[in-house]
C-alpha cells in the first residue's frame, strides 16, 4: 500500500498538513474582550456562521431530504378504492383538528397533497379516460368528484375559520397558526359554490354502480364535511335553530362513520402517498418546522365529537341573554380545570358577545349597564337614574350617568371576554382591571356622597350601587390569585402567602355581601339568590384557604427580605401608584400582617386543620344538592365545581392534623398540587 500511486495524495488535508496551535493566542484575546462582545472579520455575519452548521445538518436544513425520507412522485389521478377514499377523507378530519389544536398549516392541512393539485383533478380540464383504462372497482370520479368536493370543502372550512380567528380576538402564534405559506384557501371561492359541489358528490354517489355500503361510507363523510362548512358559515346568534340542527346532524354523523367499519386497507395502497408530512420544505415559511405526526383516527374523531360540543355551548350562550350566565359559563370552565377551547370557538364567543356595536347580536351596549345593576343588586338601572335625579344637589345627573355607562361597558366586555382568553393573557387582564374597578368604585362612592336621598329606599339605592362595583372588583383580585394555583406560579414559600392574602380579600368579599344583601330587593330575585349563594360558598373557600395559610407556613425559609421583593413582585398589580389617588382598596397588600395573622392561627389552642376541612365539606355539599335556576345551562357546572371542592376537603381532613398541638409533626410532602386534580388546592400524595 505504502507503494501504492496516489496513496499519499488521496490522505493528503486541504491546505496541508503544517497547522500550528493557536488557542492559547485566542484565550489570551478573548481576555481582552467584554461579555456577549462578538468579533467579526469583514464580510462575514453571524447568519453567515449559523448557515455553515444549518447545511446539511436535518434538524435547521428544512430542504435535506435523506435516504429514508425519499418516496415515489404523488400522481393524484391514481386510481382508488372506495374504501381508500374514505381514508383520506377522514384524514382530512385529522388535519382539521390539528391545526385547531395549534399546529400550523403546512404540518396539518398543507399535508394532504390532493389540496395543492385541485387543478389537476378538475374533470373539466381532463380529457376522457380511455375505455381499456376504465377500472369499475376504482373509477375516476372517485378522484376528480368526491375527493376534490371534500378538499374544496376542507379548504373552505379552513378559510372561514381562519377569517374568525383572524378578529385578533385570540392571538396568531400565541393561539393558533395563521401562517398559509402562500397557498389559497379558497378565499375567493363562494361557501354555497362549494356546498353545492358536496351536494353533486353526493348526487354523483346515489348515481353510481358502486355498492349500497360504499355509498352510504362515502356519502356520510361528505355530508360530515358540509355539515362543518354549514356551521363555519353560520352566526349562532342570527340563527340558532340553524346551529342545533348541524351540531346535531354532525354528532349523529360521527357516531354512524365510527361504528360502520371499513375494509382494511393494503399497506402497500397509493393513498398512503397521498399524505406528506415532509410537505412544508416545500413551501414558504417564515418559522422552522417540526414534522409531526397525525393522532390515531379514533382520537381525531374524539376530537371532533368534542369540537361540535363546544358549538352546542356557543349556542346556549346565544339563547341566554343574561350577564349572570355569560360570566358563569366562562369562569366555571376555569374552575373545574378543563382544557382551553379551540382558540375558533374562543374567538367565536367573544365575537357574538360584542360585534358591530351590539350585545349578542340583538342589544345595544345598555343592555350591559342594565343587566348588570339588576343582576347584581336587583334593581333596574332606570330605577337608579331615577334615584339619582331625585337626590341630586344639582343637575349633573347627566354627566355621571355617562361615565357609569362609558365605564361599565368598557370593563364587562372584556371581562366576560378574558374567560376565553388563553390562561396568561387572562390573568394579566384581570390584573389590569382590578385598577378600574377600583376607579369606577372611587367616582361612584364620591357622587354618591354628594346626593341627599329624600327617603331611605332611595338611600338603599344609592348606597348598593358602590357595593356592586366592589364585588366585581374582589372577585377579578381572587381570579388572580387563583390562577397563580392553576398556572403553577409560586415557588413553594410564596403559597402560604398567596392563600393568607386570598383570605384576606374573601373575608372583604363576603363583608361587602354581607353589608349589601339589606339594600337588595326580596329573596325571590336572581340577585339576592346569587349573593346568598356565594355568601356561603365564599366562607367555604375562605376556610379552605385559611386552613393552608397554617399548614403551609413551614415552607416559608427565605430571610424577610427575599420575602418582602417576592412579595413586591408578585403583587406589583395591587402597588400601582394610581391607587394612592383613590380611596383604599381593602384589602390592602400589607405583608407585615402576615406574621401577626400567622401568629394569632397558631395560637389558637381550639383551631382544629381537620374540623375546618369538615365544616367546609358540609356547606360544599349542601350547596351541591340545592339547585340554580337562574344560571339555566350551566347549573350542572356549577355543582360539579362544588362537589370537587368537597371533594378536595374530604381527601384533605384524615390527612391533616386534628389539632395545631398536631402541627409540627405533620409531614409538608403529603401535599401536592396538581392542576389536573384540582387547578388551585392540593391533594394527598398515596
Same mark, same amino acid.
Given at each position: 500500500?505504502?507503494?501504492?500511486?496516489?496513496?499519499?495524495?488521496?490522505?493528503?488535508?486541504?491546505?496541508?498538513?503544517?497547522?500550528?496551535?493557536?488557542?492559547?493566542?485566542?484565550?489570551?484575546?478573548?481576555?481582552?474582550?467584554?461579555?456577549?462582545?462578538?468579533?467579526?472579520?469583514?464580510?462575514?455575519?453571524?447568519?453567515?456562521?449559523?448557515?455553515?452548521?444549518?447545511?446539511?445538518?436535518?434538524?435547521?436544513?428544512?430542504?435535506?431530504?435523506?435516504?429514508?425520507?425519499?418516496?415515489?412522485?404523488?400522481?393524484?389521478?391514481?386510481?382508488?378504492?372506495?374504501?381508500?377514499?374514505?381514508?383520506?377523507?377522514?384524514?382530512?378530519?385529522?388535519?382539521?383538528?390539528?391545526?385547531?389544536?395549534?399546529?400550523?398549516?403546512?404540518?396539518?392541512?398543507?399535508?394532504?397533497?390532493?389540496?395543492?393539485?385541485?387543478?389537476?383533478?378538475?374533470?373539466?380540464?381532463?380529457?376522457?379516460?380511455?375505455?381499456?383504462?376504465?377500472?369499475?372497482?376504482?373509477?375516476?370520479?372517485?378522484?376528480?368528484?368526491?375527493?376534490?368536493?371534500?378538499?374544496?370543502?376542507?379548504?373552505?372550512?379552513?378559510?372561514?375559520?381562519?377569517?374568525?380567528?383572524?378578529?385578533?380576538?385570540?392571538?396568531?402564534?400565541?393561539?393558533?397558526?395563521?401562517?398559509?405559506?402562500?397557498?389559497?384557501?379558497?378565499?375567493?371561492?363562494?361557501?354555497?359554490?362549494?356546498?353545492?359541489?358536496?351536494?353533486?358528490?353526493?348526487?354523483?354517489?346515489?348515481?353510481?354502480?358502486?355498492?349500497?355500503?360504499?355509498?352510504?361510507?362515502?356519502?356520510?363523510?361528505?355530508?360530515?364535511?358540509?355539515?362543518?362548512?354549514?356551521?363555519?358559515?353560520?352566526?349562532?346568534?342570527?340563527?340558532?335553530?340553524?346551529?342545533?340542527?348541524?351540531?346535531?346532524?354532525?354528532?349523529?354523523?360521527?357516531?354512524?362513520?365510527?361504528?360502520?367499519?371499513?375494509?382494511?386497507?393494503?399497506?402497500?395502497?397509493?393513498?398512503?402517498?397521498?399524505?406528506?408530512?415532509?410537505?412544508?420544505?416545500?413551501?414558504?415559511?417564515?418559522?422552522?418546522?417540526?414534522?409531526?405526526?397525525?393522532?390515531?383516527?379514533?382520537?381525531?374523531?374524539?376530537?371532533?365529537?368534542?369540537?361540535?360540543?363546544?358549538?352546542?355551548?356557543?349556542?346556549?350562550?346565544?339563547?341566554?341573554?343574561?350577564?349572570?350566565?355569560?360570566?358563569?359559563?366562562?369562569?366555571?370552565?376555569?374552575?373545574?380545570?378543563?382544557?382551553?377551547?379551540?382558540?375558533?370557538?374562543?374567538?367565536?364567543?367573544?365575537?357574538?358577545?360584542?360585534?358591530?356595536?351590539?350585545?349578542?347580536?340583538?342589544?345595544?351596549?345598555?343592555?350591559?349597564?342594565?343587566?348588570?345593576?339588576?343582576?347584581?343588586?336587583?334593581?333596574?338601572?332606570?330605577?337608579?337614574?331615577?334615584?339619582?335625579?331625585?337626590?341630586?344637589?344639582?343637575?349633573?345627573?347627566?354627566?355621571?350617568?355617562?361615565?357609569?355607562?362609558?365605564?361599565?361597558?368598557?370593563?364587562?366586555?372584556?371581562?366576560?371576554?378574558?374567560?376565553?382568553?388563553?390562561?396568561?393573557?387572562?390573568?394579566?387582564?384581570?390584573?389590569?382591571?382590578?385598577?378600574?374597578?377600583?376607579?369606577?368604585?372611587?367616582?361612584? @362612592?364620591?357622587?354618591?356622597?354628594?346626593?341627599?336621598?329624600?327617603? +331611605? %329606599?332611595?338611600?338603599?339605592? &344609592?348606597? $348598593?350601587? /358602590?357595593? !356592586?362595583?366592589?364585588?366585581?372588583?374582589?372577585?377579578?383580585?381572587?381570579?388572580?390569585?387563583?390562577?397563580?394555583?392553576?398556572?403553577?406560579?409560586?415557588?413553594?414559600?410564596?403559597?402560604?402567602?398567596?392563600?393568607?392574602?386570598?383570605?384576606?380579600?374573601?373575608?372583604?368579599?363576603?363583608?361587602?355581601?354581607?353589608?349589601?344583601?339589606?339594600?337588595?330587593?326580596?329573596?325571590?330575585?336572581?340577585?339576592?339568590?346569587?349573593?346568598?349563594?356565594?355568601?356561603?360558598?365564599?366562607?367555604?373557600?375562605?376556610?379552605?384557604?385559611?386552613?393552608?395559610?397554617?399548614?403551609?407556613?413551614?415552607?416559608?425559609?427565605?430571610?424577610?427580605?427575599?420575602?418582602?421583593?417576592?412579595?413586591?413582585?408578585?403583587?406589583?398589580? @395591587?402597588?400601582?401608584?394610581?391607587?394612592?389617588?383613590?380611596?383604599? +382598596? %381593602?384589602?390592602?397588600?400589607? &405583608?407585615? $400582617?402576615? /406574621?401577626? !395573622?400567622?401568629?394569632?392561627?397558631?395560637?389558637?389552642?381550639?383551631?382544629?386543620?381537620?374540623?375546618?376541612?369538615?365544616?367546609?365539606?358540609?356547606?360544599?355539599?349542601?350547596?351541591?344538592?340545592?339547585?340554580?335556576?337562574?344560571?339555566?345551562?350551566?347549573?350542572?357546572?356549577?355543582?360539579?365545581?362544588?362537589?370537587?371542592?368537597?371533594?378536595?376537603?374530604?381527601?384533605?381532613?384524615?390527612?391533616?392534623?386534628?389539632?395545631?398541638?398536631?402541627?409540627?409533626?405533620?409531614?409538608?410532602?403529603?401535599?401536592?398540587?396538581?392542576?389536573?386534580?384540582?387547578?388551585?388546592?392540593?391533594?394527598?400524595?398515596?
Amino acid at each position: 500500500m505504502a507503494g501504492y500511486y496516489g496513496y499519499d495524495d488521496l490522505y493528503d488535508m486541504p491546505g496541508g498538513d503544517d497547522f500550528e496551535d493557536v488557542t492559547e493566542v485566542l484565550v489570551a484575546g478573548a481576555q481582552d474582550m467584554e461579555p456577549e462582545e462578538v468579533l467579526f472579520m469583514d464580510g462575514v455575519t453571524l447568519h453567515d456562521a449559523m448557515s455553515a452548521f444549518e447545511i446539511g445538518e436535518p434538524r435547521l436544513d428544512s430542504g435535506m431530504i435523506l435516504e429514508e425520507q425519499r418516496r415515489p412522485p404523488f400522481d393524484p389521478l391514481t386510481p382508488l378504492l372506495p374504501e381508500e377514499v374514505c381514508w383520506i377523507l377522514d384524514r382530512s378530519f385529522a388535519c382539521e383538528m390539528e391545526w385547531h389544536a395549534g399546529k400550523t398549516l403546512s404540518q396539518s392541512v398543507y399535508t394532504i397533497l390532493f389540496v395543492h393539485h385541485l387543478p389537476d383533478i378538475n374533470p373539466e380540464y381532463l380529457p376522457p379516460q380511455p375505455q381499456e383504462l376504465v377500472d369499475p372497482a376504482r373509477p375516476r370520479w372517485l378522484i376528480t368528484v368526491v375527493v376534490r368536493a371534500a378538499m374544496l370543502g376542507l379548504l373552505k372550512c379552513c378559510d372561514l375559520a381562519w377569517r374568525e380567528l383572524s378578529k385578533n380576538r385570540v392571538h396568531d402564534v400565541e393561539d393558533w397558526q395563521g401562517e398559509k405559506c402562500d397557498v389559497s384557501l379558497l378565499e375567493g371561492v363562494n361557501a354555497e359554490v362549494v356546498s353545492r359541489m358536496l351536494d353533486a358528490a353526493c348526487e354523483w354517489l346515489r348515481r353510481s354502480s358502486l355498492s349500497e355500503k360504499q355509498v352510504s361510507a362515502l356519502r356520510d363523510r361528505l355530508l360530515l364535511r358540509k355539515t362543518l362548512l354549514e356551521l363555519y358559515r353560520t352566526n349562532p346568534v342570527q340563527v340558532i335553530d340553524d346551529v342545533r340542527y348541524h351540531v346535531a346532524a354532525g354528532q349523529g354523523l360521527v357516531h354512524r362513520i365510527r361504528t360502520t367499519p371499513l375494509p382494511q386497507i393494503a399497506t402497500d395502497s397509493p393513498v398512503f402517498l397521498s399524505m406528506d408530512p415532509y410537505i412544508a420544505r416545500r413551501l414558504p415559511n417564515y418559522m422552522p418546522i417540526i414534522v409531526t405526526d397525525l393522532p390515531p383516527q379514533e382520537d381525531s374523531w374524539r376530537v371532533l365529537e368534542g369540537f361540535l360540543h363546544h358549538w352546542q355551548g356557543i349556542e346556549k350562550l346565544a339563547a341566554s341573554p343574561s350577564l349572570l350566565k355569560l360570566e358563569a359559563a366562562g369562569s366555571l370552565h376555569i374552575a373545574l380545570g378543563r382544557p382551553l377551547l379551540p382558540a375558533f370557538h374562543r374567538s367565536l364567543v367573544q365575537t357574538q358577545l360584542f360585534d358591530r356595536s351590539l350585545v349578542l347580536g340583538e342589544y345595544q351596549p345598555i343592555w350591559l349597564v342594565e343587566r348588570f345593576f339588576e343582576e347584581t343588586i336587583g334593581y333596574p338601572y332606570a330605577t337608579l337614574l331615577k334615584a339619582l335625579e331625585r337626590s341630586a344637589p344639582q343637575p349633573q345627573m347627566t354627566s355621571m350617568q355617562e361615565v357609569i355607562e362609558r365605564r361599565i361597558n368598557n370593563l364587562i366586555v372584556p371581562h366576560i371576554r378574558s374567560s376565553w382568553y388563553n390562561h396568561p393573557r387572562r390573568k394579566r387582564y384581570l390584573q389590569r382591571e382590578v385598577l378600574q374597578w377600583h376607579v369606577l368604585y372611587h367616582l361612584l @362612592l364620591q357622587d354618591v356622597q354628594h346626593h341627599q336621598p329624600p327617603d +331611605a %329606599e332611595t338611600a338603599k339605592m &344609592l348606597s $348598593a350601587m /358602590p357595593l !356592586a362595583v366592589q364585588l366585581w372588583r374582589l372577585s377579578a383580585c381572587r381570579e388572580v390569585i387563583l390562577a397563580g394555583f392553576q398556572q403553577e406560579l409560586y415557588a413553594p414559600e410564596e403559597k402560604p402567602i398567596a392563600y393568607w392574602h386570598l383570605s384576606r380579600v374573601l373575608d372583604v368579599h363576603i363583608s361587602c355581601i354581607e353589608n349589601l344583601l339589606p339594600y337588595v330587593p326580596p329573596a325571590d330575585t336572581p340577585a339576592h339568590r346569587e349573593l346568598t349563594f356565594q355568601a356561603e360558598h365564599l366562607a367555604a373557600l375562605q376556610m379552605i384557604s385559611t386552613t393552608f395559610v397554617v399548614l403551609t407556613a413551614g415552607y416559608i425559609v427565605s430571610p424577610w427580605r427575599r420575602l418582602t421583593l417576592n412579595f413586591l413582585k408578585r403583587y406589583k398589580w @395591587l402597588f400601582n401608584p394610581e391607587f394612592d389617588d383613590l380611596v383604599p +382598596a %381593602e384589602p390592602l397588600p400589607d &405583608l407585615l $400582617a402576615f /406574621p401577626n !395573622a400567622l401568629r394569632a392561627f397558631l395560637l389558637d389552642e381550639h383551631y382544629s386543620p381537620s374540623a375546618t376541612f369538615q365544616l367546609a365539606q358540609d356547606i360544599l355539599s349542601r350547596l351541591s344538592h340545592a339547585s340554580y335556576p337562574d344560571l339555566g345551562y350551566w347549573a350542572c357546572d356549577r355543582v360539579e365545581y362544588l362537589r370537587a371542592l368537597a371533594s378536595v376537603c374530604d381527601r384533605l381532613e384524615h390527612a391533616v392534623p386534628t389539632s395545631l398541638h398536631e402541627l409540627p409533626n405533620f409531614d409538608l410532602s403529603v401535599l401536592k398540587w396538581v392542576p389536573g386534580v384540582h387547578p388551585w388546592f392540593p391533594t394527598v400524595a398515596a
